[in-house]
């Protein structure tokens, strides 16, 4: 199947920092990007959804300021968590998309703000 | 009601046993159908991606729509222990965002 890396897998940062998480797909162009977050024992919470050169279309509830969305080409897309505190810490997923094609995942990040 | 519900289980069943999951969903425009296998601290992985009514089987795993009902199945045959995770259902149309199950724990026990 088709591979998507996410990087890093594991961040650890002081509170107020930023930290920059990467999605890329390596074998096939991503019209959409999606970006997940996941609390212990519970389901994906789509966050937010972007398409290559276009601005990310966020749900109810996440502060855009707040996680920043970039995808800036078919096979790269970058979410940072702005000014992030202990509350932000979570397991962060991406999933990348062709058109009309099966989504697949990349291994996550785990965010530990302290 | 949620679009798509999902047993969260947990579920434990010995080695060797077929194990079923479930999901139901309410949203009829819901054209593609996937189950996904999570372990823990890890992304999801795919396992099974249909667009159609019918089965379709892949080794151990069996995966099932029925569109009428709106149900979806994923049969595991000789379970493993390596088969324990957390097992989620996604369904979308065109190229709308996935909507995901809950997720089932599964453990199969030596």
Not at chain 2, 7 to 23: R, T
Not at chain 2, 47 to 65: C, H, I, P, W
Not at chain 2, 68 to 76: A, D, E
């Amino acid at each position: 199947g088709a591979v998507v890396s996410q990087h890093p897998s594991r961040v650890i940062c002081k509170s107020g920092t930023s930290v920059k998480i990467e999605c890329r797909s390596l074998d096939f162009q991503a019209t959409t990007m999606f970006w997940y977050r996941q609390f212990p024992k519970q389901s994906l919470m789509l966050m937010a959804t972007s398409n290559e050169g276009s601005k990310a279309t966020y749900e109810q509830g996440v502060e855009k300021d707040k996680f920043l969305i970039n995808h800036a080409s078919l096979t790269l897309s970058t979410l940072t968590v702005t000014s992030a505190h202990p509350e932000d810490s979570s397991f962060y997923i991406c999933s990348a998309a062709g058109r009309d094609t099966e989504a697949f995942f990349g291994q996550g990040t785990r965010l530990t703000v302290v | 009601q949620k679009e798509v519900e999902q047993d969260p289980g947990p579920l434990s069943v010995p080695e060797g046993a077929i194990v079923s999951l479930n999901c139901t969903y309410s949203n009829s425009a819901f054209q593609y159908f996937m189950w996904y296998r999570q372990y823990s601290r890890k992304g999801p992985e795919l396992l099974m991606y249909t667009y159609s009514s019918g089965n379709k089987e892949d080794g151990r795993f069996t995966a099932q729509v029925d569109k009428s009902s709106k149900y979806i199945s994923l049969f595991i045959r000789d379970s493993q222990p390596s088969d324990s995770a957390t097992y989620l259902c996604a369904m979308k149309y065109g190229a709308q965002k996935l909507v995901f199950g809950q997720g089932t724990r599964l453990t199969i026990n030596p």
